[in-house]
T-cell receptor
Framework: EAQVTQNPRYLITVTGKKLTVTCSQN?????MSWYRQDPGLGLRQIYY???????DKGDVPEGYKVSRKEKRNFPLILESPSPNQTSLYFC?????????????FGPGTRLTVL | SQKIEQNSEALNIQEGKTATLTCNYT??????LQWYRQDPGRGPVFLLL?????KEKRKERLKVTFDTTLKQSLFHITASQPADSATYLC?????????????FGKGTTLSVSS
């Protein structure tokens, strides 16, 4: 089944403790992206990747890192999480470089930073 | 940079009526707009794409229009059903070139009552 998977689905952590949220897709998509969703602010793009070893900042990249060493994986790294990074996070992927192509979203990771 | 506005946070209609949702953009005319559906706690799901040279697209009970004069896209659901209740999001690119960040509107939550 074609899908985007994220792990963990739920995470409660404390300020400053490094964490990684994994994202994997099995559709051989070139483009992958991370979003955060907050009440009243909607979905905002954090980082995106057009292909392996190619990443770029989205709208709200501060406090996050990403890497794209393999085509299927695009982990999101929070080196020193803070409470304002408490949010619902979504990973997405799409075929090719074309912006017209639909994005496929993962199930989401609900992160709480205490 | 481009801004996307979905003017209504919530829309309540009766079953069988047509729901009309609005997505306005503020700067240049985007090359495309996409519409997604999101159910609570789940990732968005792609519905329709409309390109700048298209005035209208249809898919079953869904219709999207693109009016570059009004800087607006309208999303219609005809013969609405309670199962159509969800949040609907529009999406475009943050700049009018390939490989740029993507921007979502904040969404309109549709409630269809029986």
């Amino acid at each position: 089944e074609a899908q985007v998977t994220q792990n963990p689905r739920y995470l409660i952590t404390v300020t400053g403790k490094k964490l990684t949220v994994t994202c994997s897709q099995n559709m051989n998509h070139e483009y992958m992206s991370w979003y955060r969703q907050d009440p009243g602010l909607g979905l905002r793009q954090i980082y995106y990747s057009m292909n392996v070893e190619v990443t770029d900042k989205g709208d709200v990249p501060e406090g996050y890192k990403v890497s794209r060493k393999e085509k299927r994986n695009f982990p999101l790294i929070l080196e020193s999480p803070s409470p304002n990074q408490t949010s619902l996070y979504f990973c997405a992927s799409r075929q090719g470089r074309g912006a017209y192509n639909e994005q496929f979203f993962g199930p989401g990771t609900r992160l709480t930073v205490l | 940079s481009q801004k996307i506005e979905q003017n209504s946070e919530a829309l309540n209609i009766q079953e069988g009526k047509t729901a009309t949702l609005t997505c306005n953009y503020t700067n240049y005319s985007p090359a495309y707009l996409q519409w997604y559906r999101q159910d609570p706690g789940r990732g968005p799901v792609f519905l329709l794409l409309i390109r700048e040279n298209e005035k209208e697209k249809r898919k079953e009970r869904l219709k999207v229009t693109f009016d570059t004069t009004l800087k607006q896209s309208l999303f219609h659901i005809t013969a609405s059903q309670p199962a159509d209740s969800a949040t609907y999001l529009c999406l475009t690119s943050g700049a009018n070139q390939a490989g740029t960040a993507l921007i979502f509107g904040k969404g309109t939550t549709l409630s269809v009552s029986s």
